[in-house]
């Protein structure tokens, strides 16, 4: 992943007057996942988190089992105004769980907006 090939993140650097990026990786696929693999992943995210963070950005990385639990937490945390995830049509349910508990933890505060755009 790079902010300049991906069109959310670059849309959210150059929009955003503070940009903090979340990561969330499956426990249970990770575990799925070879040594090799997760390798990989964490050579991404790391050169990803440089990318952002000359950018003024931060990029948080969790291995999580509720996605929607960790990014209500995180939005609140953060004290954020617009939380712009992955949208995926095969996930429509764990989509509308994010919105759900990001405006229920952020007492609406927060927009929760799914982003459909490619990877």
């Given at each position: 992943l790079r902010v300049d090939d991906h069109a959310g993140?670059?849309?959210?650097?150059?929009?955003a007057e503070t940009l903090a990026c979340v990561a969330t990786l499956s426990s249970a696929a990770l575990a799925r996942r070879t040594v090799r693999e997760v390798r990989v992943l964490r050579c991404a995210l790391a050169?990803?988190?440089?990318?952002?963070?000359?950018?003024g950005g931060v990029l948080?990385?969790?291995?999580v089992d509720d996605e929607a639990a960790?990014?209500?937490?995180?939005?609140?945390l953060c004290n954020?105004?617009?939380?712009v995830y992955h949208a995926d049509p095969?996930?429509?349910?764990?989509?509308?769980?994010?919105?759900?508990?990001?405006?229920d933890a952020t007492d609406?505060?927060?927009?929760?907006?799914?982003?459909?755009?490619?990877?």
């Open positions: 993140l670059r849309a959210a650097a150059e929009r050169a990803l988190a440089e990318e952002l963070e000359r950018l948080h990385v969790s291995v960790e990014l209500a937490r995180l939005a609140e954020a105004d617009a939380l095969a996930r429509a349910e764990s989509d509308a769980a994010i919105a759900a508990a990001v405006a609406g505060r927060c927009t929760p907006r799914p982003w459909a755009g490619g990877l």
